[in-house]
């Protein structure tokens, strides 16, 4: 059983992760749904218009799952678990602000 | 994807969506504590509950509500998107970037919930149970609220 401390590192470095890709706009993968096609870098207009919400999604696995995965148990041991709140809540509020620009 | 399986999917995603926030918002409350006052109340009865065994369901329903949608989304962005485009619906249109947001979030968010509410429970995480478990159920209460609002405006059917 995967131990507390490792799902919470899993969480907090992916929904961070998250918040930098689609900040940064790093999707590990491109889906284009005209041509149903997915992509590792961005096509030309032939192509339709791109979808990167899964690719941010991708990014954002990929970094809590590395990050749980190399982090030793003596540190994950010692993540304050309020953190797993925290975290969140201040990524809620990245995502109002970045979409404030719609309101 | 083809309509019927779009309307299909849409409908399953839409009663999965229901039974989360029926979850959710029983967890949520239950785990504010019981107030033990002796009577019986509707109230009482709601919160006398094992916030704990909702746990499981509410990740379940959680990971099925997000795939499914995950599924209708490219649907949404060829067929929904450019109605609000067109009527220049901004927030709107808004409201649903967030609603991918907040999903994605609650998403990432699951195992440390899961981790909290592992039994047995522990003393030391109640707040950050309680804390999760609001954040949880304020994002289901947002999606389910703007999903419902934008299919309103234009369903995935033609």
Known sequence: ?103 | MGDSLTTALLILHSLLAVALLGAITHQAIAVRGRTDTGKKTFGSRYRAVDAAAYAGAIVVLFVAASLIGASLYPSYRMIVRPVLELNDLRVANGSFELKEHFAAIGLLMLPAYWAAWRKPLAAEHATARMSLTWILAAIVWWNFLIGDVLNNIKGLAH
Not at chain 1, 21 to 28: C, Q, T, V
Not at chain 1, 86 to 96: E, Q, R
Request: overall charge positive; aromatic content about 20%.
């Open chain 1, 1 to 103: 059983m995967i131990e507390r401390g490792r799902l919470l590192l899993f969480s907090l470095a992916a929904s961070v992760g998250y918040t930098l890709a689609y900040y940064f706009n790093w999707p590990l993968v491109i889906y284009y749904p005209v041509v149903k096609e997915l992509h590792l870098v961005r096509q030309g207009p032939a192509d339709g218009f791109p979808i990167f919400y899964y690719g941010w999604l991708a990014t954002a696995v990929v970094i809590g799952a590395a990050a749980a995965w190399m982090t030793p148990r003596r540190w994950t041991h010692r993540l304050p678990f309020d953190l797993g709140w925290i975290v969140p809540i201040v990524m809620l509020i990245a995502a109002l602000t970045y979409e404030k620009r719609w309101f």
